[in-house]
């Protein structure tokens, strides 16, 4: 049986001071909440990295960022969102790289520091048997989102960034007979609390 084709898609706003973790410069400032965004940049990179036998397409918020191309392995590609709300810009990053040909596609933002290659890896085996899988987040939402067929109605008509995110996404595919899993739920890191809790979990394990 020939192997499915994988593509891991990476959201990741670009880093300018007061464009990222407003939610978290609200509390700790700009330069702060940018110094804490470009560590979670580092561990998604370093996450990235580490992938085999997965293709990785970055989309930019707003532009691809000059001269990361040293940073990344060969299977590492650049894109530039493209939508009115996050809801179209992942349904349209989607419905293109499945237009591309693979067979199962994961997308990830790059908020969370607790993602590791293993859940990944664990993320593509699921949907050998499952149509979709989901990272859940503890703030209601998922940090990481996998299909194996293109399933468009996940993205519309859909309210974001509130704590019913995930329960929503699970009833529409309900609706549709979609088949899903759940992976271990994990944070994100959103505001000054998250950081502080995540911080604390960190020096314990050190």
């Given at each position: 049986m020939e192997e499915s084709?994988?593509?891991?898609?990476?959201?990741q706003k670009n880093p300018v001071l007061g464009k990222v973790k407003t939610r978290l410069a609200a509390t700790v400032g700009e330069a702060k909440a940018l110094e804490?965004?470009?560590?979670?940049?580092?561990?998604?990179y370093k996450v990235i990295n580490q992938l085999e036998a997965i293709d990785?397409?970055?989309?930019?918020?707003?532009?691809?960022?000059?001269?990361?191309?040293?940073?990344?392995?060969?299977r590492v590609k650049f894109k530039v969102?493209?939508?009115?709300?996050l809801?179209?810009?992942?349904?349209?990053?989607?419905?293109?790289?499945?237009?591309?040909?693979?067979?199962q596609v994961t997308i990830i933002g790059t908020d969370c520091p607790e993602i590791t290659v293993?859940?990944?890896?664990?993320?593509?085996?699921?949907?050998?048997?499952?149509?979709?899988?989901?990272?859940?987040?503890?703030?209601?939402?998922?940090?990481?989102?996998g299909m194996n067929q293109f399933i468009p109605h996940l993205?519309?008509?859909?309210?974001w960034s509130h704590d019913r995110v995930l329960m929503d996404s699970i009833k529409k595919l309900d609706l549709?007979?979609?088949s899903f899993t759940l992976l271990e739920m994990l944070s994100d890191i959103d505001n000054e609390a998250d950081w502080i809790k995540y911080k604390k979990t960190l020096s314990q394990t050190i």
């Open positions: 084709k994988k593509a891991l898609i990476v959201f804490i965004y470009m560590l979670l940049l580092q561990h998604t990785t397409f970055i989309y930019f918020s707003d532009q691809v960022e000059n001269g990361l191309e040293e940073m990344f392995v060969d969102q493209n939508g009115l709300d809801g179209s810009r992942m349904k349209n990053a989607f419905e293109e790289i499945f237009q591309q040909g693979y067979d293993e859940l990944i890896n664990q993320a593509f085996e699921t949907l050998d048997y499952s149509d979709t899988v989901f990272g859940p987040a503890r703030d209601g939402g998922y940090y990481l989102l993205f519309e008509q859909m309210i549709n007979r979609n």
